[in-house]
């Protein structure tokens, strides 16, 4: 893939994520290297961001319903007061996980936010470079 392909790409959809070209051989010449450093921090940064957001897929819905299953059984009538005891702990470990599930979540989300407003500036410094530069 040249510069030029990866520049047209980039201006045509607004977005620049290509795996590999990193790790081949690519002749530049030195007007073509400043595109090129842009082209491959966009890059990288877009991956971290897409793993960023295939993490922030969380399982708190998982815990909210183990948490309204075990108030519910904590509801039932005919429950002993060791089992009753039993599912007071476990309630609240799995409040304790729901909490810890949300911070990381939301520590996620804002490391996604903080490269994707990265990712906006170099697109911007990339499209304000000469057409010779990166042409």
């Known amino acids: 893939m040249t510069i030029n392909s990866m520049a047209q790409e980039l201006k045509e959809n607004g977005y620049f994520v290509k795996g590999g070209f990193r790790d081949s051989l690519v002749s530049v ?7 090129l450093l842009l082209l491959q921090e966009i890059d990288s940064l877009s991956r971290v961001k897409l793993v960023l957001d295939l993490k922030s897929y969380t399982i708190a819905g998982v815990y ?6 075990l108030y519910l059984a904590l509801k039932e009538p005919r429950i002993s007061s060791d089992e009753r005891k039993e599912l007071e702990v476990k309630l609240k470990e799995r409040e304790t996980q729901l909490v810890d599930e949300k911070k ?12 994707e407003k990265t990712i906006g500036h170099l697109k911007e410094k990339f499209n304000q470079l000469n057409y010779d530069t990166k042409l």
């Open 64 to 69: 909210q319903k183990q948490i309204a299953d």
């Open 104 to 115: 990381r979540i939301s520590e996620q989300n804002m490391l996604s936010k903080s490269h």
């Open 29 to 35: 010449s030195k007007n073509d290297q400043r595109a």
